[in-house]
């Protein structure tokens, strides 16, 4: 029997007939980097996708950058920069950084795509046609500067409810009240600094109203986890606000159809992006956006989001898809958010921490785990806590998982690397036990069970080491103990690659196992050889905020010591003839050294080359003085300049000299 059919029966799940899955995640916006709590969704959303396909499953994942939006549009203004050229730069460095941490999409591709542009058009004429849409002129604040209406965050004030200063358009932080940006007193637009006027603008509306009845029929028919269904049904008996789907020019987005000088909100195309690099993938592959999300489509959709965009998923997006010849999800997943060491994520606080300062600190497989062994289908914040991590590494992957194969190795070793024809079947078949619990768990996004168990499948393990004691066995014996736990090992790799794919692989290799499948859990690796082990997992030290900065201050150094041609002009460097030197008494690295710069007269100053030269040495040298320093007070007597010299990491010193035929008290240029 195998994996799949067991799981069936004992089960339930519906994986002895392969299902189709598709997957997304939600889109990174195209403004700045990704950072780690971006990482922790597109984590657990590779991870489950990882462990779909492991079963058999046809799995296609996607995503793409959000790029539109005014905040886009600003940036790339403030760079000097057409608003796709700056896209283009930011999505590939999403990918570069996506990469580093073994994630992996069927497709990732952007909203600013003709895809898109097609499909946010078609979508929004459904809706128009079946009434969702309508117009309505609205008042706005109006930057006669920029000459452009201004968005909530561009519009800071005192608050009219309190009169807090500095508040933007949206809503108070002292006193919680919400208002219209046009509310706000004394409002300055952040983009220009001058008062904006209040201008009226007609705009375009999705009545959300209209599709009440049907959001309803949709919580009940999805799953959403409990509280975010209970969360959506509250905010779907209460009073429905219309949808503003509209800005106006100028806006970097799409332009609504049969209308002048009108875009579509940046929320509109977003959601959509998830079916244009579904179109994207399958136009490239002879295949139609019908093929995998028409309304009767076999491929079931999962979309995978942090709590903060409930609303536009669990509301507006399906809302939008009720018309459409698209179908609507059939999961969405909800998560919460990253906090550092007990802190919310801040720049100010510095506990902000982007993907590619932890890459340059930490190998990002070990952030995989640790947010694995975190990670459930609740809707909880997850700390990151640094001392933890490297605990939980230590403890889990170094101390029970690798360390099995490390234990094994040098009795396989002695019999040329090949496994004994024999192994313990009763610690086999009891190590295998709790294998489809591990499968549930990960099939409904309790990563944290899952790695438990795996954890408890080494630790069990290494204690049938301990107890059978193979060091203290003959070698044909002993051989049996370690080709036992090495098939173990193999389970826990097979069981593990979800959650670390890059040093699953990597261990595998070494056993000579290119075929990562489900099936392999069965059989038993016997009578072959394996390649040597050679260490690929460490023990890590805990790591420090200032660790992920390590880098960007060694660039801010190294940009520090640039100097421009007028800085270096300002040093006075000349020859000078050593016309005295002699030893300072009480001193253990100073030359008292007279140096004669012809014209410009002498000039005494004290030298660290003691260790390096004589007195005798030196005389009647020629070397090179910053004659323009100023003079040291030291303790032996003042310093009126400095020798310039070389040094290497042995501690040589090598005082520099001019070419022959120079005179003192020439100028270096």
Same mark, same amino acid.
């Given at each position: 029997?195998?994996?799949?059919?067991?799981?069936?029966?004992?089960?339930?799940?519906?994986?002895?007939?392969?299902?189709?899955?598709?997957?997304?995640?939600?889109?990174?916006?195209?403004?700045?980097?990704?950072?780690?709590?971006?990482?922790?969704?597109?984590?657990?959303?590779?991870?489950?996708?990882?462990?779909?396909?492991?079963?058999?499953?046809?799995?296609?994942?996607?995503?793409?950058?959000?790029?539109?939006?005014?905040?886009?549009?600003?940036?790339?203004?403030?760079?000097?920069?057409?608003?796709?050229?700056?896209?283009?730069?930011?999505?590939?460095?999403?990918?570069?950084?996506?990469?580093?941490?073994?994630?992996?999409?069927?497709?990732?591709?952007?909203?600013?795509?003709?895809?898109?542009?097609? #499909?946010?058009?078609?979508?929004?004429?459904?809706?128009?046609?079946?009434?969702?849409?309508?117009?309505?002129?609205?008042?706005?604040?109006?930057?006669?500067?920029?000459?452009?209406?201004?968005? *909530?965050?561009?519009?800071?004030?005192?608050?009219?409810?309190?009169?807090?200063?500095?508040?933007?358009?949206?809503?108070? *932080?002292?006193?919680?009240?919400?208002?219209?940006?046009?509310?706000?007193?004394?409002?300055?637009?952040?983009?220009?600094?001058?008062?904006?006027?209040?201008?009226?603008?007609?705009?375009?509306?999705?009545?959300?109203?209209?599709?009440?009845?049907? #959001?309803?029929?949709?919580?009940?028919?999805?799953?959403?986890?409990?509280?975010?269904?209970?969360?959506?049904?509250?905010?779907?008996?209460?009073?429905?606000?219309?949808?503003?789907?509209? =800005?106006?020019?100028?806006?970097?987005?799409? %332009?609504?159809?049969?209308?002048?000088?009108?875009?579509?909100?940046?929320?509109? *195309?977003?959601?959509?992006?998830?079916?244009?690099?579904?179109?994207?993938?399958?136009?490239?592959?002879? !295949?139609?956006?019908?093929?995998?999300?028409?309304?009767?489509?076999?491929?079931?959709?999962?979309?995978?989001?942090?709590?903060?965009?409930?609303?536009?998923?669990?509301?507006?997006?399906?809302?939008?898809?009720?018309?459409?010849?698209?179908?609507?999800?059939?999961?969405?997943?909800?998560?919460?958010?990253?906090?550092?060491?007990?802190?919310?994520?801040?720049?100010?606080?510095?506990?902000?921490?982007?993907? &590619?300062?932890?890459?340059?600190?930490?190998?990002?497989?070990?952030?995989?785990?640790?947010?694995?062994?975190?990670?459930?289908?609740?809707?909880? *914040?997850?700390?990151?806590?640094?001392?933890?991590?490297? %605990?939980?590494?230590?403890?889990?992957?170094?101390?029970?998982?690798?360390?099995?194969?490390?234990?094994?190795?040098?009795?396989?070793? %002695?019999?040329?690397?090949?496994?004994?024809?024999?192994?313990?079947?009763?610690?086999?078949?009891?190590?295998?036990?709790?294998? #489809?619990?591990?499968?549930?768990?990960?099939?409904?996004?309790?990563?944290?069970?899952?790695?438990?168990?795996?954890?408890?499948?080494? &630790?069990?393990?290494?204690?049938?080491?301990?107890?059978?004691?193979?060091?203290?066995?003959?070698?044909?014996?002993?051989?049996?103990?370690?080709?036992?736990?090495?098939?173990?090992?193999?389970?826990?790799?097979?069981?593990?690659?979800?959650?670390?794919?890059?040093?699953?692989?990597?261990?595998?290799?070494?056993?000579?196992?290119?075929?990562?499948?489900?099936?392999? #859990?069965?059989?038993?690796?016997?009578?072959?050889?394996?390649?040597?082990?050679?260490?690929?997992?460490?023990?890590?030290?805990?790591?420090?905020?200032?660790?992920?900065?390590?880098?960007?201050?060694?660039?801010?150094?190294?940009?520090?010591?640039?100097?421009?041609?007028?800085?270096?002009?300002?040093?006075? !460097? =000349?020859?000078?003839?050593?016309?005295?030197?002699?030893?300072?008494?009480?001193?253990?690295?100073?030359?008292?050294?007279?140096?004669?710069?012809?014209?410009?007269?002498?000039?005494?100053?004290?030298?660290?080359?003691?260790?390096?030269?004589?007195?005798?040495?030196?005389?009647?040298?020629?070397?090179?003085?910053?004659?323009?320093?100023?003079?040291?007070?030291?303790?032996?007597?003042?310093?009126?300049?400095?020798?310039?010299?070389?040094?290497?990491? &042995?501690?040589?010193?090598?005082?520099?000299?001019?070419?022959?035929?120079?005179?003192?008290?020439?100028?270096?240029?």
């Amino acid at each position: 029997m195998t994996y799949n059919t067991r799981l069936e029966v004992k089960l339930g799940l519906k994986i002895n007939k392969s299902r189709k899955i598709i997957v997304t995640n939600a889109l990174p916006y195209a403004n700045g980097e990704i950072h780690i709590g971006h990482i922790l969704e597109h984590i657990q959303t590779d991870i489950w996708a990882r462990f779909m396909t492991l079963i058999n499953h046809e799995v296609l994942t996607f995503c793409a950058d959000d790029a539109h939006g005014a905040p886009i549009m600003m940036k790339a203004d403030e760079l000097g920069l057409d608003p796709t050229e700056f896209i283009d730069q930011i999505k590939k460095n999403h990918q570069e950084s996506l990469a580093k941490y073994a994630i992996e999409y069927t497709n990732y591709h952007s909203t600013h795509s003709k895809e898109n542009e097609d #499909l946010v058009s078609e979508i929004y004429l459904d809706a128009k046609s079946s009434g969702y849409i309508y117009k309505e002129e609205i008042e706005q604040c109006f930057d006669e500067q920029k000459q452009m209406f201004l968005a *909530d965050r561009y519009v800071i004030g005192n608050c009219p409810k309190c009169s807090a200063k500095n508040q933007y358009g949206d809503g108070c *932080d002292e006193c919680g009240a919400t208002y219209s940006a046009t509310e706000i007193i004394n409002p300055k637009s952040s983009l220009s600094g001058t008062s904006p006027i209040t201008k009226k603008s007609e705009h375009v509306f999705f009545d959300l109203s209209k599709a009440k009845n049907d #959001l309803k029929e949709f919580l009940d028919t999805s799953a959403i986890q409990k509280p975010i269904v209970g969360k959506l049904s509250e905010w779907l008996d209460g009073e429905l606000k219309s949808w503003d789907i509209s =800005r106006d020019a100028p806006y970097f987005g799409f %332009k609504i159809p049969n209308e002048t000088d009108k875009y579509f909100y940046v929320w509109v *195309d977003a959601p959509i992006g998830y079916l244009a690099s579904a179109a994207h993938w399958a136009n490239k592959n002879s !295949l139609s956006l019908d093929d995998l999300w028409n309304k009767n489509s076999e491929y079931e959709i999962h979309h995978f989001i942090g709590k903060d965009i409930t609303y536009f998923h669990g509301l507006f997006w399906p809302a939008l898809l009720m018309d459409s010849k698209y179908k609507l999800p059939d999961s969405i997943h909800v998560h919460g958010f990253v906090t550092v060491n007990g802190e919310k994520m801040s720049k100010s606080k510095g506990t902000f921490i982007t993907a &590619d300062q932890f890459a340059d600190a930490c190998d990002p497989e070990l952030l995989r785990y640790y947010f694995a062994s975190k990670l459930n289908s609740k809707i909880e *914040d997850l700390d990151l806590n640094l001392e933890d991590l490297a %605990k939980k590494i230590n403890s889990d992957l170094v101390g029970k998982f690798s360390n099995i194969f490390s234990r094994s190795a040098p009795f396989i070793a %002695k019999n040329n690397n090949r496994l004994s024809d024999n192994i313990h079947e009763e610690h086999f078949e009891k190590s295998k036990k709790n294998i #489809l619990k591990i499968l549930q768990h990960y099939e409904e996004k309790e990563f944290s069970k899952a790695t438990k168990l795996i954890m408890e499948i080494a &630790d069990n393990t290494n204690r049938f080491i301990n107890e059978r004691a193979p060091w203290k066995l003959d070698q044909a014996e002993a051989l049996r103990v370690a080709t036992t736990a090495i098939n173990v090992f193999k389970n826990l790799c097979i069981l593990l690659s979800p959650v670390t794919p890059k040093l699953c692989h990597q261990m595998l290799l070494m056993l000579n196992i290119n075929d990562l499948s489900i099936e392999n #859990l069965d059989k038993e690796l016997i009578d072959v050889e394996i390649n040597e082990f050679k260490p690929i997992l460490e023990r890590i030290k805990p790591l420090n905020i200032q660790d992920f900065y390590k880098k960007e201050e060694k660039m801010s150094e190294e940009n520090n010591n640039i100097i421009q041609i007028d800085d270096f002009m300002k040093v006075d !460097l =000349r020859v000078a003839r050593v016309a005295e030197a002699k030893h300072v008494e009480g001193a253990d690295k100073l030359l008292a050294i007279k140096l004669d710069l012809g014209e410009l007269g002498t000039k005494n100053v004290f030298a660290g080359i003691k260790s390096a030269y004589e007195p005798s040495e030196l005389e009647e040298k020629l070397v090179v003085m910053v004659y323009n320093l100023a003079p040291r007070k030291m303790k032996f007597g003042i310093s009126e300049g400095m020798i310039l010299a070389a040094s290497d990491s &042995d501690g040589g010193i090598f005082v520099i000299s001019p070419d022959s035929g120079a005179k003192p008290g020439q100028k270096i240029k």
